[in-house]
Structure formats: structure tokens, C-alpha cells
């Protein structure tokens, strides 16, 4: 993996894609899955572009967007007033093409989408699916949508040497090109960590109430007993005044099912079904890891103790409510992720936010297990967006890609408009200011593509890139500043999120060992065979292996029944499953 770093990093050293740059939930990525969590939109589907007429010689192209920023503001409402937005749609303009996009709630988007394909009717020329790579080969396999590279070669070069030369796009093909066939192109960023370039990433971990701790004269947990003391402190005290001795209330709130519990991790165990491990290039899975039945015995008992909220072990679609409800203690999540923290009014003092969720350094649950963080992938690349068939002109998707692949299209995404969102000083781009108007104060903040301040970006219409369009409508190219995301937590005003920035600085500087959040990330695309295989064993191995877990953390099985259990997930097909993920991981690192 690391070779594969480096060889990739030496390309975006050789190239000027990004003049000037100083180097977010994710998800970083601060988006994310924290991202994802903490916004949901009830807007319907809706079109925002302004309607065109033949006289005026540009070609419509139709695209289809979420409102992942639905908390923020409805861009079927607003984006046409967004300066980032317009800035594109100029350069498009420039090359005869008129961006019709249509907006769809979040949570509705893939279902729509689905069901569109599915009657093969109003289906738009671009779009993004959050399938699995086997299920848009299927796509592919039935002619819905197209290959991309006749595409690329179409164009006038731009978008051809991106995907040739820059960092982003040579990383791009290592994922995705497949017997000399492109059938989607990946959202993309490369973190920067201070002097390095996708060497570091953020991670997904275990996050407690800081301020909690505090107030209880509690350290932050070192081993699993302190991390039991302290949820069970939350539960007896209760912190929010909601109600004492409440089982689930104060404490720890998360799904378990789908294997992605940060306090697995704990035990060494992979994130998910099946994972990957950075640091010896293992596929596994947590069935069939040593230490799945001391997770187990303990989960079971810490439910049974209320320390683990029962009514979300299936599901954290409560998640957003209960914590801004000040009753979560504890929860999976990017340790630099700040949605949460501004929602809970009842631990505001006089005005100002006090609460903070802030990462427990990883520690070995069992004795002689190696504790995990799961890694957002330094050079990250997630989602599959689409040219579907109903592209019949492959000189517009051409153009469309040598605009958006271009320098300047980039830039929007990173950087903004010049004189809005930053100026050029001696040669380097420099992001200006705005001013906060929330509760009445004055801070000062960048005007840059951080996952702070959102709001008053939007409401100022300067947000841009992975805020707009990048990610719901287009891929996203960004280059994720993280150390500024942490520094701004460590040095910035909010005395709330010093303990969080310095606890996450701690574990992205100081640990090694990762398994993947997504694990889609680090694997090269599947051959039809593999597709065919993950199509026909993945849903139902998925769903057996989340029944077992619920039954066994619900004490509804007992622990003496995983050997059992795991001889049935065989059966469904989780060794072969493991042993395609560890084939196309090899091809993925060059092996």
C-alpha cells in the first residue's frame, strides 16, 4: 500500500494542477459517514436549471443530484445563486453545453433512481449511484450505462491528461479501469498531513462526551474498564437531566449490526463484513477473527447493564435526535466531525456550545489483540458516478469532462472564485474572511472549503466544490486540508473543541494500525466473474451475518453459537468473499 502511495504522490508533486496550494467527513471526509448522519432533507425531487431554447445553441446536459447539504439549504431553491455555481456553469457555457440538473431528498435519491432504471424512463445523461461495484457492472452488462474512456478520447486533451498525468486521475484508473473499460469515475481526494501528502488520513473511532468526563473528574478512558465506569457514571448521573438509571439513556448509541461499531475495533476486529488491513494488506472478516466472542460476551453484557442503547442496535436513524437531545455519552464517528455538538442546546451556557465528543485513543480490549482506527483512505475515492445511456452524444459528454477536468474547474472546487473566496498574495492562494452572525457574535472564519461554518457560507452563497455540486452532482476532486481542520479545532475560539482536536491530532499522528472505512477504496475493480460471484452471495451473506449479530447482542443466541454461525456464513459464501476481496486488493497495490 504504501508503494502504491508513493508512486501516486510523485505524479501530484510533478503537477501544477493546483498552483499555489498550502495544503474535508467526511467524510473529512469529514464527510462522510458523520456528514451523512448528521443532515437529512425532506425536499422533494425538483429541477433547478433555467430552461434553454434552440436559438441559444447550447446542448442541455441532464444530471441527477441529492440535497446532502438539505440542512443547510435546498440547492434546487438556491443554486443558481451560489457564485461557484455560476463560475461553472460560465465555463460550461463556453463550450455550448447548459447543465439541467435535477435535486432529489437524500433519502430518497437511490430508491428513485433505482426505479428509473428499472423502467428505463426519465433517466438523466450523468448521475451517481452508491451501488457496489459489482452491482453497476450489472448496470453495464445490460447496456444502461456507458463505457467512458471513447468518451475521454473524444475530447480535446484535457480531461485525457488528467487521467494520465495528475495525482487525482492515475489514481482514479488503479481503481476503476477494467479490461481496458472505464464504467464510472470515483469522487477523489489526497489528504495533506503538514509536510505530507496522502500519507495520513482521518478515521472513523470511538468519540465520548468529553465534557462529561470533566464534570466527573473522570480521565479519558485508557481500557475497557475505565470506558465502562465512565458510561455507566453517565447513566447513574445523568448528565442531561433526562433520566437516571435509564437503560440506553447517556451512554453508548450506535448500530452494531453491520459490523461498523468503533468498540470492535477495540478488539481488533475489522469494520464491516469483510475489510481490509492496512498495515499487512489482510482481507478478513470479524467471524472470523479470534476475538469476535470477547466482543460479543461483552457487548451482551453491557446491554444487559443499559450501557449499550438497545433501540439502536439495529439502526442510528434516531442517532441526529438523541444527541442533540443530550443522551448520547458515546458514538462511532470522524473524531474531527463538529455537527453534533452545535444541536444540543441544553449543554449551551449562555449561548456558547460546551459539549464535546472527543476520541478515546485506541486500546486492546483483550490481551494480545492489536486495536484498530478504520482509515479514510489518503487517497480516497468513493461513489460511482455514470454516464448512462441516455447520453447519445458523445462529443457533449466529452466537452462536459474537458471542462470539468479542467485546472480552473478544480480550483472551483478547492479553492472557489478568486475575490470571493480568496486572493492570490505573492503567488499563493490565501483564503479571505467572513464574519459570523449566529447568536449574535462576530467570529471571524476562512472562507474555504472546511466543514465549518457551513451555514453562514451558504447563507453568504460563497460555498463551493464538495458544499455544491462535487460529490451530489459531479465527482469530487478535492485536496483535503486536514491539519488546518485541526488546527482550527486546537487554536480556534470554541474552547469546546480544543480536547477534540488535540485527541484527534493524537491518533492521526500516532497510530498505525487501520483497517479501511471503506473498503470499496482500496480494491481494484471487479472482473465479470467477481461481479458475478458478489452479486449472487453478498445481499444474502449481509443480511444473515446483521441477523446473527443482533440476535447475539440481544442475548437472543449465545456466544457458543458463533462456530456455528460462521459455518453457516460460509456456507452463504464468506471465505469466498474474503478471498476475492484479498485478489482484488493484491491487483490493487500492484501485487
Not at 65 to 93: I, P, V
Not at 101 to 116: G, N
Not at 183 to 211: A, M, Q, V
Amino acid at each position: 500500500m504504501k508503494k502504491l502511495l508513493v508512486m501516486l504522490l510523485a505524479a501530484a508533486l510533478c503537477v501544477s494542477l493546483l498552483a499555489g496550494c498550502t495544503k474535508s467527513e467526511a467524510p473529512a471526509p469529514g464527510t462522510s459517514e458523520a456528514t451523512q448522519q448528521e443532515s437529512q432533507s425532506g425536499k422533494t425531487e425538483t429541477s433547478t436549471a433555467p430552461a434553454t431554447t434552440e436559438a441559444s445553441g447550447l446542448r442541455d446536459f441532464t444530471c441527477l443530484g441529492d440535497e446532502h447539504m438539505g440542512s443547510y439549504f435546498l440547492m434546487a431553491n438556491t443554486m443558481e445563486e451560489f457564485t461557484a455555481w455560476q463560475a461553472l456553469r460560465k465555463m460550461m457555457e463556453a463550450k455550448n453545453i447548459n447543465l439541467v440538473p435535477e435535486f432529489v431528498a437524500d433519502d430518497q435519491y437511490q430508491s428513485m433512481l433505482q426505479t428509473r432504471f428499472a423502467s428505463m424512463s426519465n433517466i438523466p445523461m450523468f448521475c451517481y449511484n452508491n451501488l457496489s461495484d459489482n452491482e453497476v457492472m450489472a448496470l453495464a452488462d445490460n447496456g444502461q450505462i456507458l463505457d467512458i474512456l471513447p468518451i475521454i478520447e473524444a475530447g480535446d486533451g484535457t480531461a485525457k491528461t488528467f487521467f494520465e498525468v495528475n495525482a487525482f486521475g492515475k489514481a482514479a484508473l488503479a481503481k476503476v479501469a477494467l479490461d481496458g473499460k472505464i464504467w464510472w469515475l470515483p469522487n477523489l481526494y489526497i489528504t495533506r498531513w503538514y509536510d505530507t501528502l496522502g500519507e495520513h488520513g482521518t478515521n472513523i473511532g470511538l468519540n465520548i462526551r468529553h465534557d462529561w468526563l470533566e464534570k466527573y473528574g473522570l480521565e479519558m478512558p485508557s481500557n475497557l474498564d475505565e470506558y465502562r465506569a465512565a458510561l455507566k457514571k453517565f447513566n447513574e448521573e445523568d448528565p442531561s437531566g433526562t433520566g437516571a438509571n435509564v437503560p440506553g439513556n447517556n451512554v453508548y448509541s450506535y448500530a452494531l449490526v453491520g459490523g461498523n461499531d468503533a468498540q470492535a475495533m477495540m478488539f481488533g476486529l475489522v469494520r464491516g463484513l469483510v475489510n481490509v488491513t492496512w498495515f499487512n494488506d489482510q482481507a478478513t472478516s470479524m467471524w472470523k477473527q479470534d476475538t469476535m466472542a470477547d466482543y460479543i460476551a461483552w457487548v451482551q453484557g453491557m446491554v444487559k447493564d443499559g450501557l449499550i442503547d438497545e433501540g439502536m442496535i439495529g439502526s442510528t436513524s434516531e442517532l441526529r435526535t438523541k444527541a442533540a437531545n443530550n443522551q448520547v455519552g458515546a458514538y462511532t464517528t470522524y473524531p474531527n466531525a463538529t455537527g453534533y455538538e452545535p444541536l444540543i442546546e441544553a449543554a449551551k451556557v449562555d449561548g456558547q456550545i460546551t459539549a464535546c465528543y472527543a476520541e478515546i485513543m485506541p486500546f486492546a480490549a483483550v490481551e494480545g489483540c492489536t486495536p484498530l482506527l478504520a482509515l479514510e483512505d489518503p487517497i480516497y475515492m468513493w461513489q460511482h458516478f455514470v454516464f448512462t445511456s441516455q447520453l447519445t452524444d458523445t462529443q457533449l459528454g466529452a466537452d462536459f469532462l474537458d471542462v470539468y477536468y479542467s485546472d480552473p474547474s478544480i480550483d472551483l472546487i478547492n479553492y472557489g472564485v478568486e475575490g470571493i473566496n480568496y486572493e492570490v498574495v505573492n503567488g499563493e492562494k490565501q483564503f479571505l474572511k467572513g464574519k459570523s452572525t449566529v447568536e449574535g457574535t462576530d467570529l471571524e472564519f476562512q472562507l474555504d472549503q472546511q466543514n465549518k461554518f457551513i451555514q453562514e457560507k451558504a447563507d453568504m452563497r460563497v460555498s463551493y466544490g464538495k458544499h455544491l455540486y462535487s460529490r451530489a452532482l459531479f465527482p469530487d476532486m478535492t485536496y483535503y486540508f486536514l491539519d488546518d481542520d485541526i488546527d482550527q479545532l486546537v487554536n480556534g475560539t470554541e474552547p469546546w473543541a480544543e480536547p477534540k482536536g488535540e485527541a484527534c491530532y493524537e491518533a492521526i499522528n500516532n497510530w498505525q494500525y487501520y483497517c479501511s472505512i471503506d473498503v470499496a477504496g482500496c480494491l481494484a475493480a471487479a472482473t465479470s466473474e467477481e461481479s458475478a460471484l458478489y452479486n449472487s452471495l453478498y445481499s444474502d451473506l449481509s443480511t444473515q451475518s446483521e441477523e446473527f449479530i443482533s440476535a447475539l447482542a440481544l442475548s437472543q443466541s449465545s456466544v457458543d453459537e458463533i462456530p456455528t454461525m460462521v459455518e453457516t456464513l460460509d456456507g452463504l459464501g464468506l471465505s469466498q468473499i474474503i478471498d476475492q476481496y484479498q485478489a482484488r486488493h493484491d491487483r490493487f497495490v500492484g501485487k
